[in-house]
C-alpha cells in the first residue's frame, strides 16, 4: 500500500490542475500565487503563506511544477503539502468537484477523496486531535472535522464527535449547523462500524443532554439489530420521552425490516392503549413497522379510537402486517382474524410435522404453504431457517424461495451465509431471495458485500 502512495499522490495532484480554473471562478484563489504571475520561488512562497485550504494546495502543486520539483514529489512531501494547506482542504476538494457540470469530475472527485482521506489517516487524526485539545473551536474547523469523520470514522471516534459539538456549557446550546453535522457523521459512524453501538452504549452516560436527541436520532438512522436494542433499552429507560424514542423505533424497522423483541412487541402494545393521541399513533404506525402479528387485536380496536391520527395508523399498520388492503370495518377485521387464528390452531402444528419429513416433496408442500402466510411471517421464517443445513439440495433450494416469498428480515444473515454455499444455483437463489426481502439490487453476490449493508433503501 504504501509502495503505491507516491504514485497515487501524483495522480491526484495532476487531476487537480484542471480543478485550478474552477477555484478562480469561484473566487477561491489568490491570483498572485498562481505559476502566471510569480516572479520568484521565494516571493511565491510568502504569498501562498497568505492562503488555505484548497488554494494553497493547487498554487504549492504549481509551484512545484514551475520550479521544475515535481517529480521529487513524495509520498512524504505530499502529506506535508495537505497538512500546511490544513483541514479545510478536504471540505475545498469536495465542493469543487461537486461544482463542476463536467461528468468526468465525478470519477475524479472520488478518487481524490479516497486519496486524500483514505490515504492520510495519521493528517486526519492529527486534525481532529488539535480541534478537540481546548480552547476556541472555530464553526468551519468542527464542520471540516465532522465531513471527515462522517466519510471515514468508526467507533472509536464517536467520542471525538461529541467534543468536537459539546460546548461544555449546561447554559449554551451547540451550533444548529455543526449538529446537523454531527448527526450525520454519528450516523454514518454507527451504521459502518458493527462495534460503535456497543461502544455508544457503554459510554451514554458520558453524552450531555443537550446532544441526546441528535444522538438517538442519529442511532435510529443507524438501521440495525443493534441499534434497534439501544433503542428499546432507552424505551423502557425512558421518563417522558416515549414518542420520540417510538418515532426512532419506527424509523429502524422501516429502514431494516427488523422485527425487535416480544419485549419490546409487548411495551409498544401497551403504549398504543396510552392516554396521549400522539404517543398512541407512533405506536400504532411503529408495530406496523417492525411487523408486530400479535398486536393485531389491538390494532383492530384502534380503528374505533377516539383520535383520527391513530384510526388512520391502526389502519396502515394491519394492512401493512397483513398484506391485506381491507377498509375500516372492525367487525371485518375480527372475522377475518378469527379465520387466521382457526389456521394457526388447527393447521399450523401438522404443517411443522411435514417440514421434518424424509420425503423430499412433502417438505416441499409445507414450505409452498408458509411461504404463503403473511401474518407472523417472522415465527414462520424462524421455523423455515433451520431447513438452510438441509444435506438435501433440494430441501435447501426451496426453504430459500419460501424465505424470499415470507420477506422476513429474520432471513438476512441466514441466506448472507448462503452466498458461499456450493452450488451455483444455491448462492443465485440466495442473492434473490435476499433482494426480495431487502429491496437492495445494487449488491454482488458476494458475502462481504452484504454483511452489514442490506439495509433497505
Known amino acids: 500500500m504504501r509502495g ?27 491570483p498572485s500565487a498562481s505559476a502566471s504571475e510569480s516572479t520568484s520561488g521565494e516571493s511565491s512562497r510568502e504569498e501562498l503563506d497568505k492562503l488555505r485550504g484548497l488554494p ?42 461537486d461544482g463542476s457540470a463536467d461528468p468526468a469530475f465525478s470519477e475524479l472527485r472520488s478518487s481524490a477523496l479516497d486519496a486524500a482521506l483514505d490515504e492520510y489517516p495519521a493528517w486526519v487524526v492529527r486534525e481532529l486531535r488539535g480541534i478537540t485539545a481546548g480552547g476556541a473551536r472555530p464553526t468551519r474547523r468542527v464542520l471540516d472535522a465532522l465531513v471527515v469523520l ?9 467520542e471525538t464527535a461529541r467534543e468536537l459539538v459539546d460546548p461544555h456549557d449546561p447554559e449554551q446550546r451547540p ?11 454519528m450516523t454514518a459512524m454507527l451504521s459502518r462500524d458493527r462495534r460503535a453501538i456497543r461502544v455508544l452504549e457503554d459510554d451514554w452516560d458520558k453524552w450531555p443532554e443537550n446532544l441526546w436527541i441528535a444522538t438517538v436520532k ?11 436494542d439501544l433503542l428499546t433499552w432507552l424505551l423502557q429507560d425512558a ?19 427488523l422485527p425487535g423483541d416480544f419485549a419490546l412487541h409487548s411495551t409498544l402494545i401497551d403504549l398504543a392503549s396510552s392516554q396521549q393521541p400522539g404517543l398512541r399513533r407512533e405506536a400504532c404506525m411503529t408495530l406496523g413497522k417492525l411487523q408486530c402479528s400479535e398486536a393485531i387485536d389491538t390494532l383492530i380496536a384502534g380503528l374505533g379510537d377516539s383520535s383520527p391520527g391513530v384510526r388512520d395508523a391502526a389502519l396502515w399498520s394491519l394492512q401493512t402486517i397483513t398484506g391485506k388492503n381491507m377498509k375500516p370495518e372492525m367487525d371485518r377485521w375480527r372475522s377475518w382474524y378469527a379465520v387466521e387464528v382457526r389456521w394457526w390452531r388447527d393447521e399450523f402444528p401438522a404443517l411443522q410435522e411435514k417440514l421434518h419429513s424424509d420425503d423430499v ?16 411471517r417472522h415465527e414462520l421464517a424462524t421455523e423455515l431457517v433451520p431447513l438452510l443445513d438441509d ?13 424470499g416469498a415470507l420477506g422476513s428480515a429474520v432471513a438476512v444473515e441466514p441466506l448472507v451465509e448462503q452466498l458461499d454455499a456450493e452450488p451455483r444455483e444455491v448462492r443465485d437463489l440466495a442473492l434473490r431471495a435476499l433482494q426480495s426481502i431487502t429491496g437492495r439490487d445494487d449488491l454482488p453476490a458476494e458475502k462481504q458485500a452484504w454483511s452489514g449493508s442490506w439495509q433497505r433503501r
Open 150 to 158: 462522517e466519510l471515514r470514522g468508526g467507533a472509536g471516534e464517536l
Open 391 to 403: 444435506p438435501r439440495e433440494g430441501v435447501v433450494c426451496m426453504t430459500i424461495a419460501g424465505l
Open 218 to 228: 442519529s442511532v435510529g438512522g443507524a438501521g440495525s439489530s443493534a441499534a434497534l
Open 239 to 257: 421518563q417522558g420521552t416515549h414518542e420520540f424514542l417510538v418515532q426512532q423505533i419506527g424509523r429502524v424497522g422501516e429502514s431494516s425490516s
Open 175 to 185: 451550533d444548529r449547523g455543526c449538529l446537523r453535522a454531527y448527526e450525520a457523521a
Open 56 to 97: 494553497r494546495f493547487v498554487g504549492e502543486y504549481d509551484r512545484l511544477e514551475r520550479d521544475g520539483e515535481l517529480s521529487r514529489l513524495s509520498s512524504a512531501a505530499f502529506d506535508e503539502l495537505l497538512v500546511r494547506s490544513g483541514s479545510g482542504t478536504v471540505r475545498e476538494l469536495i465542493a469543487a468537484l
Open 361 to 376: 416433496a412433502v417438505v416441499g408442500v409445507a414450505i409452498r404453504e408458509l411461504g404463503r402466510r403473511k401474518l407472523r
Open 4 to 30: 503505491q502512495r507516491g504514485v497515487r499522490a501524483r495522480a491526484l495532484a495532476f487531476a487537480l490542475v484542471p480543478v485550478t480554473s474552477l477555484i478562480l471562478l469561484g473566487g477561491g484563489f489568490v
